[in-house]
C-alpha cells in the first residue's frame, strides 16, 4: 500500500504562513494524482488543492486561490502545501490523498491540524 503521513501543521496568527509536507512511500508516483483536503469540526472533508506526481495540471479550491500553492518535490517522494494569509476559515484538520490520475483518491495520510486564531 501507499503510506502517506503529514506534517507542518500548528497554531498560527491570521495572515500568517504555514507549509505543509506529506511524505509518501511505498511506490513510484509517477501516475497519481495528489491532493489535499481539510475537515474543520462538524463539517464534511472539502477538496483544497491537487497536483499530478510527474507534472500536469494543478487546481485550487476558490476559497484558497491567490493564497495557497501546491508542489512537489519528487525526488524526495514530498508532495507540499504552502499557505500563506491565513484565516480563522482555515482552521481545519489537513490531509493529503493520493490516487492513479483520472480515478478516486484512495490514499490519505492521518492529517495534521492547522490552527488559526489570535
Known amino acids: 500500500q501507499v503510506q502517506l503521513v503529514e506534517s507542518g501543521g500548528g497554531s498560527v496568527q491570521p495572515g500568517g504562513s504555514l507549509r505543509l509536507s506529506c511524505a509518501a512511500s511505498g511506490r513510484t508516483f509517477h501516475d497519481f494524482a495528489m491532493g489535499w483536503f481539510r475537515q474543520a469540526p462538524g463539517k464534511e472533508r472539502e477538496f483544497v488543492a491537487s497536483?499530478?506526481?510527474?507534472?500536469?495540471?494543478?487546481y485550487y479550491a476558490d476559497y484558497v486561490k491567490g493564497r495557497f500553492t501546491v508542489s512537489r518535490e519528487n525526488a524526495k517522494n514530498t508532495l507540499y502545501l504552502q499557505m500563506n494569509s491565513l484565516k480563522s476559515a482555515d482552521t481545519a484538520v489537513y490531509y493529503c490523498?493520493?490516487?492513479?490520475?483520472?480515478?478516486?483518491?484512495?490514499?490519505w495520510g492521518q492529517g495534521t491540524q492547522v490552527t488559526v486564531s489570535s
Open positions: 497536483i499530478s506526481w510527474s507534472g500536469g495540471p494543478t
Open positions: 490523498a493520493a490516487g492513479v490520475t483520472g480515478r478516486a483518491y484512495n490514499y
